[in-house]
Protein backbone atom coordinates (compact mmCIF):
# COMPACT_ATOMS: atom_id res chain seq x y z
CA UNK A 1 0.00 0.00 0.00
CA UNK A 2 1.45 3.67 -0.89
CA UNK A 3 2.31 5.39 1.94
CA UNK A 4 1.52 8.41 0.49
CA UNK A 5 -2.44 7.01 0.15
CA UNK A 6 -2.25 6.54 3.53
CA UNK A 7 -0.75 9.60 5.03
CA UNK A 8 -3.41 11.32 3.06
CA UNK A 9 -6.47 9.30 4.64
CA UNK A 10 -4.78 10.14 7.93
CA UNK A 11 -5.34 13.64 6.88
CA UNK A 12 -9.08 12.77 5.89
CA UNK A 13 -9.83 11.18 9.28
CA UNK A 14 -8.41 14.32 11.11
CA UNK A 15 -10.78 16.07 9.21
CA UNK A 16 -14.18 14.84 9.10
CA UNK A 17 -16.38 12.83 11.52
CA UNK A 18 -18.23 11.34 8.48
CA UNK A 19 -14.90 9.20 8.05
CA UNK A 20 -13.92 8.79 11.75
CA UNK A 21 -18.04 6.88 12.07
CA UNK A 22 -16.73 3.93 9.70
CA UNK A 23 -15.30 0.68 12.20
CA UNK A 24 -11.51 0.67 11.16
CA UNK A 25 -11.35 -2.80 9.52
CA UNK A 26 -14.13 -1.99 7.29
CA UNK A 27 -12.07 1.68 6.66
CA UNK A 28 -8.63 0.07 6.17
CA UNK A 29 -10.15 -2.94 4.02
CA UNK A 30 -11.93 0.05 1.99
CA UNK A 31 -8.88 2.40 1.26
CA UNK A 32 -6.56 -1.11 -0.26
CA UNK A 33 -9.34 -1.96 -2.57
CA UNK A 34 -10.70 1.43 -3.15
CA UNK A 35 -7.83 3.34 -3.91
CA UNK A 36 -6.51 0.04 -6.44
CA UNK A 37 -10.29 0.40 -8.60
CA UNK A 38 -9.82 3.58 -8.85
CA UNK A 39 -6.32 3.89 -10.07
CA UNK A 40 -7.62 1.08 -12.47
CA UNK A 41 -10.62 3.13 -13.75
CA UNK A 42 -8.47 6.27 -14.70
CA UNK A 43 -5.74 4.59 -15.76
CA UNK A 44 -8.67 2.79 -18.06
CA UNK A 45 -9.49 6.39 -19.84
CA UNK A 46 -6.17 7.85 -20.23
CA UNK A 47 -8.32 10.94 -21.47
CA UNK A 48 -10.47 10.86 -19.51
CA UNK A 49 -10.21 14.25 -17.34
CA UNK A 50 -9.66 16.07 -20.44
CA UNK A 51 -12.97 14.65 -21.95
CA UNK A 52 -14.42 16.02 -18.97
CA UNK A 53 -12.67 19.49 -19.07
CA UNK A 54 -13.76 19.70 -22.87
CA UNK A 55 -17.17 18.64 -22.50
CA UNK A 56 -17.95 21.05 -19.20
CA UNK A 57 -15.51 23.52 -20.28
CA UNK A 58 -13.38 26.02 -22.14
CA UNK A 59 -9.77 26.12 -22.72
CA UNK A 60 -7.61 28.85 -20.96
CA UNK A 61 -6.06 31.48 -22.40
CA UNK A 62 -2.38 32.08 -22.54
CA UNK A 63 -3.41 35.95 -21.00
CA UNK A 64 -4.91 34.11 -18.48
CA UNK A 65 -2.14 31.50 -17.73
CA UNK A 66 0.03 34.27 -17.82
CA UNK A 67 -1.68 35.52 -14.31
CA UNK A 68 -1.95 32.56 -13.02
CA UNK A 69 1.79 32.12 -13.37
CA UNK A 70 2.50 36.03 -12.73
CA UNK A 71 0.69 35.93 -9.15
CA UNK A 72 1.49 32.40 -7.90
CA UNK A 73 4.86 33.14 -6.25
CA UNK A 74 3.30 36.35 -4.38
CA UNK A 75 0.06 34.38 -3.75
CA UNK A 76 1.18 31.26 -2.56
CA UNK A 77 4.90 31.41 -1.23
CA UNK A 78 5.58 34.65 -0.12
CA UNK A 79 2.87 35.49 3.14
CA UNK A 80 4.05 32.04 4.94
CA UNK A 81 7.52 33.32 5.41
CA UNK A 82 7.92 34.18 8.80
CA UNK A 83 9.59 37.91 9.02
CA UNK A 84 8.92 40.50 6.83
CA UNK A 85 12.43 41.56 6.53
CA UNK A 86 12.20 37.40 4.58
CA UNK A 87 9.26 38.56 2.76
CA UNK A 88 10.89 41.66 1.45
CA UNK A 89 13.53 40.33 0.03
CA UNK A 90 11.30 37.54 -1.58
CA UNK A 91 9.01 40.13 -2.98
CA UNK A 92 11.79 42.13 -4.80
CA UNK A 93 13.33 38.88 -6.38
CA UNK A 94 9.86 39.41 -8.10
CA UNK A 95 9.78 43.11 -8.69
CA UNK A 96 7.13 43.54 -6.25
CA UNK A 97 7.31 45.46 -3.19
CA UNK A 98 6.34 44.87 0.30
CA UNK A 99 4.16 47.85 1.60
CA UNK A 100 3.03 46.81 5.08
CA UNK A 101 1.67 43.51 6.68
CA UNK A 102 0.06 41.90 9.73
CA UNK A 103 2.68 38.35 9.54
CA UNK A 104 3.36 38.34 13.37
CA UNK A 105 -0.19 38.42 14.30
CA UNK A 106 -2.19 35.03 12.59
CA UNK A 107 -4.96 33.50 15.24
CA UNK A 108 -8.26 31.82 14.58
CA UNK A 109 -10.27 33.63 12.14
CA UNK A 110 -7.62 36.39 11.69
CA UNK A 111 -5.20 35.27 9.18
CA UNK A 112 -1.84 37.21 8.54
CA UNK A 113 -1.59 39.35 5.87
CA UNK A 114 0.84 41.48 3.58
CA UNK A 115 0.58 44.24 1.25
CA UNK A 116 2.55 44.06 -1.87
CA UNK A 117 2.73 46.88 -5.28
CA UNK A 118 3.64 46.23 -8.57
CA UNK A 119 3.06 48.83 -11.59
CA UNK A 120 -0.28 49.75 -10.38
CA UNK A 121 -1.58 46.68 -9.11
CA UNK A 122 -1.44 46.73 -5.07
CA UNK A 123 -1.63 42.93 -3.91
CA UNK A 124 -2.83 41.68 -0.97
CA UNK A 125 -1.66 38.39 0.13
CA UNK A 126 -3.22 36.04 2.80
CA UNK A 127 -2.01 33.42 4.53
CA UNK A 128 -3.57 29.73 4.32
CA UNK A 129 -3.38 27.06 6.49
CA UNK A 130 0.06 24.59 5.41
CA UNK A 131 -2.03 21.44 5.16
CA UNK A 132 1.26 19.86 5.00
CA UNK A 133 2.79 21.04 8.92
CA UNK A 134 -0.44 20.91 10.46
CA UNK A 135 -2.10 18.13 9.20
CA UNK A 136 -5.39 19.98 8.84
CA UNK A 137 -4.58 22.91 10.66
CA UNK A 138 -6.82 25.44 12.93
CA UNK A 139 -10.05 26.17 10.78
CA UNK A 140 -10.55 22.88 9.05
CA UNK A 141 -11.47 21.80 12.86
CA UNK A 142 -14.75 22.97 12.44
CA UNK A 143 -15.10 21.59 9.04
CA UNK A 144 -18.08 19.31 9.67
CA UNK A 145 -19.74 21.69 11.88
CA UNK A 146 -21.26 23.90 9.13
CA UNK A 147 -22.72 20.65 7.41
CA UNK A 148 -25.90 21.43 9.09
CA UNK A 149 -26.55 24.71 7.87
CA UNK A 150 -24.47 27.97 6.45
CA UNK A 151 -24.62 31.25 8.38
CA UNK A 152 -25.10 34.14 5.73
CA UNK A 153 -24.92 37.70 5.23
CA UNK A 154 -27.46 39.87 4.57
CA UNK A 155 -27.17 39.89 0.77
CA UNK A 156 -27.74 36.43 0.36
CA UNK A 157 -23.88 34.72 0.31
CA UNK A 158 -23.49 31.56 2.55
CA UNK A 159 -20.20 30.69 3.29
CA UNK A 160 -17.96 28.17 5.45
CA UNK A 161 -18.35 29.80 8.81
CA UNK A 162 -14.57 30.78 10.26
CA UNK A 163 -14.03 31.90 6.50
CA UNK A 164 -16.27 34.06 6.81
CA UNK A 165 -15.45 35.37 10.06
CA UNK A 166 -11.76 35.92 9.04
CA UNK A 167 -12.90 37.69 6.09
CA UNK A 168 -15.37 39.83 8.30
CA UNK A 169 -12.10 41.10 9.90
CA UNK A 170 -9.80 41.45 7.23
CA UNK A 171 -12.41 43.82 5.80
CA UNK A 172 -12.83 45.99 8.83
CA UNK A 173 -9.05 46.23 8.68
CA UNK A 174 -8.14 46.69 4.78
CA UNK A 175 -11.14 48.74 3.37
CA UNK A 176 -9.39 52.16 4.91
CA UNK A 177 -6.46 51.44 2.71
CA UNK A 178 -7.49 49.52 0.09
CA UNK A 179 -10.00 52.57 -0.53
CA UNK A 180 -6.68 55.16 -0.59
CA UNK A 181 -4.99 52.70 -3.12
CA UNK A 182 -8.05 52.82 -5.44
CA UNK A 183 -8.13 56.69 -5.73
CA UNK A 184 -4.32 56.67 -6.21
CA UNK A 185 -5.64 54.58 -9.19
CA UNK A 186 -3.91 51.10 -8.46
CA UNK A 187 -5.86 48.14 -9.71
CA UNK A 188 -6.26 45.62 -6.40
CA UNK A 189 -5.46 42.06 -6.55
CA UNK A 190 -6.83 39.95 -3.52
CA UNK A 191 -4.85 36.08 -3.69
CA UNK A 192 -3.80 33.72 -1.36
CA UNK A 193 -3.28 29.79 -0.80
CA UNK A 194 -5.36 27.10 0.35
CA UNK A 195 -7.91 28.81 3.48
CA UNK A 196 -5.95 32.09 2.40
CA UNK A 197 -7.58 31.92 -1.06
CA UNK A 198 -11.01 31.03 0.43
CA UNK A 199 -10.74 34.16 2.69
CA UNK A 200 -9.50 35.99 -0.42
CA UNK A 201 -12.74 35.03 -2.16
CA UNK A 202 -15.05 35.89 0.43
CA UNK A 203 -13.76 39.34 1.02
CA UNK A 204 -13.57 40.33 -2.54
CA UNK A 205 -17.50 39.42 -2.32
CA UNK A 206 -18.25 41.64 0.94
CA UNK A 207 -16.11 44.65 -0.62
CA UNK A 208 -18.31 43.77 -3.74
CA UNK A 209 -21.49 42.98 -2.41
CA UNK A 210 -21.50 42.64 1.16
CA UNK A 211 -21.90 45.86 3.30
CA UNK A 212 -25.11 48.04 2.51
CA UNK A 213 -24.15 51.48 1.62
CA UNK A 214 -20.77 51.63 1.64
CA UNK A 215 -19.30 49.84 -1.53
CA UNK A 216 -15.69 49.23 -2.34
CA UNK A 217 -15.60 51.58 -5.69
CA UNK A 218 -12.75 50.25 -7.25
CA UNK A 219 -11.73 47.19 -9.82
CA UNK A 220 -11.04 44.46 -7.32
CA UNK A 221 -10.54 41.06 -8.56
CA UNK A 222 -8.58 37.89 -7.35
CA UNK A 223 -6.85 34.54 -7.68
CA UNK A 224 -6.73 31.73 -5.69
CA UNK A 225 -4.62 28.93 -5.14
CA UNK A 226 -5.71 25.23 -3.79
CA UNK A 227 -9.12 26.71 -2.95
CA UNK A 228 -11.34 24.75 -0.66
CA UNK A 229 -15.30 24.70 -1.07
CA UNK A 230 -16.32 27.28 1.24
CA UNK A 231 -19.10 28.89 -0.27
CA UNK A 232 -22.46 27.82 -1.53
CA UNK A 233 -23.40 28.01 -5.22
CA UNK A 234 -24.87 31.58 -5.97
CA UNK A 235 -21.88 33.07 -3.93
CA UNK A 236 -19.83 31.21 -6.49
CA UNK A 237 -21.61 31.91 -9.58
CA UNK A 238 -22.02 35.70 -7.98
CA UNK A 239 -17.59 35.49 -7.84
CA UNK A 240 -17.23 34.53 -11.67
CA UNK A 241 -16.56 37.95 -12.83
CA UNK A 242 -13.82 38.56 -10.21
CA UNK A 243 -12.32 35.92 -9.07
CA UNK A 244 -10.27 32.45 -10.20
CA UNK A 245 -9.91 29.46 -8.11
CA UNK A 246 -6.48 27.10 -9.23
CA UNK A 247 -7.41 23.80 -8.13
CA UNK A 248 -4.18 21.22 -9.02
CA UNK A 249 -4.87 18.24 -10.47
CA UNK A 250 -5.91 15.83 -7.43
CA UNK A 251 -5.69 18.11 -4.81
CA UNK A 252 -7.80 17.00 -2.11
CA UNK A 253 -8.85 19.93 -0.25
CA UNK A 254 -10.74 21.80 -2.92
CA UNK A 255 -13.15 18.80 -3.10
CA UNK A 256 -13.32 18.65 1.11
CA UNK A 257 -16.70 19.59 0.68
CA UNK A 258 -19.41 17.88 2.98
CA UNK A 259 -21.27 15.96 -0.25
CA UNK A 260 -18.14 14.97 -1.33
CA UNK A 261 -16.97 13.56 2.06
CA UNK A 262 -20.13 11.69 2.39
CA UNK A 263 -19.65 10.27 -0.58
CA UNK A 264 -16.23 8.73 -0.07
CA UNK A 265 -17.69 7.11 3.17
CA UNK A 266 -20.20 5.63 1.41
CA UNK A 267 -17.79 4.01 -1.44
CA UNK A 268 -15.49 2.80 1.21
CA UNK A 269 -18.26 1.16 3.34
CA UNK A 270 -19.56 -1.07 -0.22
CA UNK A 271 -15.88 -1.40 -1.37
CA UNK A 272 -15.04 -2.98 2.03
CA UNK A 273 -18.14 -5.26 1.58
CA UNK A 274 -17.31 -6.20 -1.86
CA UNK A 275 -13.74 -7.13 -1.45
CA UNK A 276 -14.13 -10.16 0.91
CA UNK A 277 -12.69 -12.65 -1.27
CA UNK A 278 -9.63 -10.45 -2.73
CA UNK A 279 -8.67 -9.78 1.19
CA UNK A 280 -8.39 -13.65 1.56
CA UNK A 281 -6.02 -14.14 -1.36
CA UNK A 282 -3.93 -11.11 -0.16
CA UNK A 283 -3.82 -12.45 3.58
CA UNK A 284 -2.79 -16.34 2.00
CA UNK A 285 -0.34 -14.70 0.07
CA UNK A 286 1.10 -12.45 2.47
CA UNK A 287 1.15 -15.73 5.40
CA UNK A 288 3.49 -17.17 2.73
CA UNK A 289 5.56 -14.45 2.22
CA UNK A 290 6.38 -14.25 5.85
CA UNK A 291 7.19 -17.96 6.10
CA UNK A 292 10.00 -16.73 3.60
CA UNK A 293 10.51 -13.46 4.57
CA UNK A 294 14.22 -13.19 4.18
CA UNK A 295 14.02 -14.87 0.08
CA UNK A 296 14.64 -12.28 -1.68
CA UNK A 297 11.68 -11.12 -4.44
CA UNK A 298 12.72 -12.10 -7.87
CA UNK A 299 11.12 -11.63 -11.47
CA UNK A 300 10.46 -15.34 -12.62
CA UNK A 301 9.18 -14.65 -16.25
CA UNK A 302 10.62 -14.47 -19.65
CA UNK A 303 10.56 -11.73 -21.97
CA UNK A 304 7.59 -11.83 -24.34
CA UNK A 305 9.01 -11.78 -27.38
CA UNK A 306 6.05 -10.38 -29.28
CA UNK A 307 5.26 -6.52 -27.77
CA UNK A 308 1.98 -5.44 -27.99
CA UNK A 309 1.31 -2.38 -29.59
CA UNK A 310 -1.16 0.41 -27.66
CA UNK A 311 -4.78 1.24 -29.54
CA UNK A 312 -5.92 4.72 -29.11
CA UNK A 313 -7.94 4.22 -26.54
CA UNK A 314 -11.60 4.93 -27.50
CA UNK A 315 -13.53 7.31 -24.92
CA UNK A 316 -16.09 5.59 -22.70
CA UNK A 317 -19.69 5.33 -23.92
CA UNK A 318 -22.05 7.39 -22.14
CA UNK A 319 -24.42 4.09 -21.05
CA UNK A 320 -21.19 2.89 -19.09
CA UNK A 321 -19.81 5.29 -17.59
CA UNK A 322 -17.71 5.08 -14.93
CA UNK A 323 -19.01 6.62 -11.42
CA UNK A 324 -15.43 8.67 -11.49
CA UNK A 325 -16.96 11.11 -14.53
CA UNK A 326 -20.62 10.51 -13.84
CA UNK A 327 -21.96 13.99 -11.87
CA UNK A 328 -24.13 13.18 -8.74
CA UNK A 329 -26.51 14.34 -6.39
CA UNK A 330 -25.50 17.19 -4.44
CA UNK A 331 -26.16 17.38 -0.46
CA UNK A 332 -28.92 20.22 -0.04
CA UNK A 333 -26.68 22.46 1.74
CA UNK A 334 -23.25 22.32 0.14
CA UNK A 335 -20.45 24.34 -0.23
CA UNK A 336 -18.12 25.12 -3.86
CA UNK A 337 -15.07 26.83 -4.63
CA UNK A 338 -15.34 30.35 -5.64
CA UNK A 339 -15.87 31.75 -8.76
CA UNK A 340 -14.30 30.94 -12.02
CA UNK A 341 -11.90 27.45 -11.34
CA UNK A 342 -8.96 27.07 -13.71
CA UNK A 343 -8.52 22.75 -13.43
CA UNK A 344 -4.84 21.45 -13.89
CA UNK A 345 -6.06 17.80 -14.65
CA UNK A 346 -3.35 15.15 -16.52
CA UNK A 347 -3.83 13.11 -19.53
CA UNK A 348 -1.75 10.43 -20.35
CA UNK A 349 0.71 12.08 -17.76
CA UNK A 350 0.68 15.71 -18.82
CA UNK A 351 -1.01 18.54 -17.35
CA UNK A 352 -3.08 20.71 -18.82
CA UNK A 353 -5.15 23.40 -18.05
CA UNK A 354 -9.20 24.10 -18.59
CA UNK A 355 -11.61 26.38 -17.53
CA UNK A 356 -14.63 24.60 -15.72
CA UNK A 357 -17.91 24.55 -13.59
CA UNK A 358 -17.03 24.37 -9.68
CA UNK A 359 -19.38 21.42 -10.21
CA UNK A 360 -17.38 19.51 -12.62
CA UNK A 361 -18.30 16.08 -11.32
CA UNK A 362 -14.34 15.19 -10.83
CA UNK A 363 -14.08 18.24 -8.51
CA UNK A 364 -17.13 16.93 -6.22
CA UNK A 365 -15.33 13.72 -5.47
CA UNK A 366 -12.42 12.86 -3.40
CA UNK A 367 -9.86 10.49 -5.13
CA UNK A 368 -7.77 8.54 -3.28
CA UNK A 369 -4.64 8.88 -5.11
CA UNK A 370 -1.05 9.37 -3.84
CA UNK A 371 -0.97 13.07 -5.16
CA UNK A 372 -4.51 14.19 -3.32
CA UNK A 373 -2.04 16.21 -0.64
CA UNK A 374 1.51 16.72 -2.48
CA UNK A 375 -0.16 18.40 -5.04
CA UNK A 376 -2.07 21.36 -2.79
CA UNK A 377 1.38 22.70 -1.65
CA UNK A 378 2.66 25.63 -3.18
CA UNK A 379 5.87 24.10 -4.41
CA UNK A 380 3.72 21.59 -6.67
CA UNK A 381 1.06 24.08 -7.65
CA UNK A 382 4.04 26.33 -9.21
CA UNK A 383 5.61 23.65 -10.86
CA UNK A 384 2.31 22.49 -12.35
CA UNK A 385 2.08 26.13 -13.93
CA UNK A 386 5.37 25.45 -15.70
CA UNK A 387 4.62 22.25 -16.84
CA UNK A 388 1.35 23.12 -17.93
CA UNK A 389 3.25 25.82 -20.23
CA UNK A 390 5.84 23.66 -21.22
CA UNK A 391 3.09 21.42 -22.98
CA UNK A 392 1.56 24.17 -24.59
CA UNK A 393 5.47 24.51 -25.98
CA UNK A 394 6.08 21.27 -27.16
CA UNK A 395 6.00 20.09 -30.71
CA UNK A 396 4.95 16.53 -30.23
CA UNK A 397 1.51 14.20 -29.74
CA UNK A 398 1.60 12.65 -26.90
CA UNK A 399 1.34 8.56 -27.27
CA UNK A 400 -1.47 6.72 -27.09
CA UNK A 401 -1.46 4.83 -23.89
CA UNK A 402 -2.88 1.46 -23.21
CA UNK A 403 -5.17 0.57 -20.73
CA UNK A 404 -4.60 -1.27 -17.84
CA UNK A 405 -7.38 -3.42 -18.63
CA UNK A 406 -5.49 -4.13 -21.91
CA UNK A 407 -2.27 -5.19 -20.69
CA UNK A 408 -2.54 -8.80 -19.61
CA UNK A 409 -0.87 -11.16 -17.05
CA UNK A 410 2.89 -9.99 -17.42
CA UNK A 411 4.78 -7.24 -17.75
CA UNK A 412 6.11 -6.66 -21.75
CA UNK A 413 9.30 -5.71 -20.40
CA UNK A 414 10.08 -8.36 -18.12
CA UNK A 415 8.08 -11.06 -18.40
CA UNK A 416 6.99 -11.29 -15.19
CA UNK A 417 3.36 -11.37 -13.71
CA UNK A 418 3.02 -7.61 -12.55
CA UNK A 419 3.00 -7.75 -9.15
CA UNK A 420 6.32 -9.70 -8.76
CA UNK A 421 7.19 -7.19 -5.91
CA UNK A 422 4.14 -7.19 -4.25
CA UNK A 423 2.92 -8.74 -1.09
CA UNK A 424 -0.43 -8.15 -2.07
CA UNK A 425 -1.26 -10.45 -5.18
CA UNK A 426 -5.55 -10.19 -6.22
CA UNK A 427 -6.44 -9.07 -8.98
CA UNK A 428 -7.18 -5.64 -7.76
CA UNK A 429 -4.05 -4.74 -6.08
CA UNK A 430 -2.32 -5.80 -9.26
CA UNK A 431 -3.14 -2.13 -10.55
CA UNK A 432 -0.78 -1.05 -7.53
CA UNK A 433 2.11 -2.38 -9.01
CA UNK A 434 1.55 -1.06 -12.77
CA UNK A 435 2.25 2.13 -14.70
CA UNK A 436 2.28 3.59 -18.37
CA UNK A 437 5.85 4.11 -19.93
CA UNK A 438 5.81 7.85 -20.86
CA UNK A 439 7.29 7.00 -24.21
CA UNK A 440 6.12 4.10 -25.31
CA UNK A 441 2.63 4.33 -23.44
CA UNK A 442 3.13 0.65 -22.85
CA UNK A 443 1.86 -0.70 -19.50
CA UNK A 444 4.72 -2.29 -17.24
CA UNK A 445 5.38 -3.40 -13.86
CA UNK A 446 6.98 -0.75 -11.88
CA UNK A 447 10.27 -2.42 -11.15
CA UNK A 448 10.82 -2.18 -15.01
CA UNK A 449 9.75 1.69 -14.83
CA UNK A 450 12.38 2.76 -12.22
CA UNK A 451 13.94 5.24 -14.16
CA UNK A 452 12.65 8.80 -15.23
CA UNK A 453 14.35 11.13 -17.79
CA UNK A 454 13.09 14.28 -19.26
CA UNK A 455 11.47 14.12 -22.11
CA UNK A 456 11.71 17.67 -23.79
CA UNK A 457 9.57 17.50 -26.79
CA UNK A 458 6.17 16.48 -24.52
CA UNK A 459 6.74 19.26 -22.62
CA UNK A 460 7.99 16.80 -19.90
CA UNK A 461 10.75 18.22 -16.88
CA UNK A 462 10.64 14.28 -15.93
CA UNK A 463 8.54 11.44 -16.53
CA UNK A 464 8.80 7.44 -16.18
CA UNK A 465 10.06 5.25 -18.63
CA UNK A 466 10.44 1.61 -19.37
CA UNK A 467 14.07 0.31 -18.91
CA UNK A 468 13.53 -0.81 -22.72
CA UNK A 469 12.87 2.84 -23.96
CA UNK A 470 15.22 4.21 -21.01
CA UNK A 471 18.32 2.07 -22.56
CA UNK A 472 17.23 1.94 -26.23
CA UNK A 473 20.65 3.24 -28.59
CA UNK A 474 20.26 3.64 -32.39
CA UNK A 475 19.28 0.83 -34.59
CA UNK A 476 22.15 -1.83 -35.03
CA UNK A 477 23.64 -2.09 -38.20
CA UNK A 478 23.27 -5.32 -40.40
CA UNK A 479 26.39 -7.18 -38.96
CA UNK A 480 28.90 -6.75 -41.37
CA UNK A 481 28.52 -3.17 -41.93
CA UNK A 482 29.79 -3.30 -38.16
CA UNK A 483 32.80 -5.49 -38.53
CA UNK A 484 33.80 -3.52 -41.15
CA UNK A 485 33.47 -0.56 -38.69
CA UNK A 486 35.77 -2.38 -36.28
CA UNK A 487 38.45 -3.20 -39.14
CA UNK A 488 38.40 0.27 -39.25
CA UNK A 489 38.47 1.48 -36.21
CA UNK A 490 41.58 -1.02 -35.32
CA UNK A 491 43.61 0.31 -38.78
CA UNK A 492 43.02 3.60 -37.71
CA UNK A 493 44.77 2.73 -34.42
ZN1 LIG B 1 8.67 -5.65 -15.59
ZN1 LIG C 1 8.62 2.54 -22.94
Redesign the pocket.
Known amino acids: MREEIMQGIKTLLSLSSTLQDIPPRELLVGILYLSAEQRKTLRDAPDGFRRVAVETGRPVSQHLLDALMGMALIGTYAPYHETAFEVQRFALQQNWRLVTERLGDSRKHRPAWALFLKDGTAAVSIRGTDVEQSRGGDLFTDFDANAGGLPTCATGAAAHRGVLSAAQVLERELRPTLKVLAQAGYRIVLTGHSLGGAVAAVLLWLLRFGTDGERLDAPVTGIGYAVPSVVDLRTSEALRPYFTSLVNSMDAVPRLSPSALGRLARELRSCAAQSGADLDEDLNHYVERLSSVWAPRVRDGTPAPELPTVKTPTPHAADEEPHIWASHEEDEVDLYIPGNVVWLHRARGHLEAALVPCTAAPLRRLLLDKRMFEDHSARAIHQALRAVQARRDATVELPPWQKFSDAGEKCP?CGSRYEWMNTARSGKMRCHAMTN??????V?CVGC?SSRRSIPEQGLDTGR??????WRGPPLPELGPLFGALAEANSDS
Do not use: I, M, S
Open positions: CCRLCGLVAVCDRCA
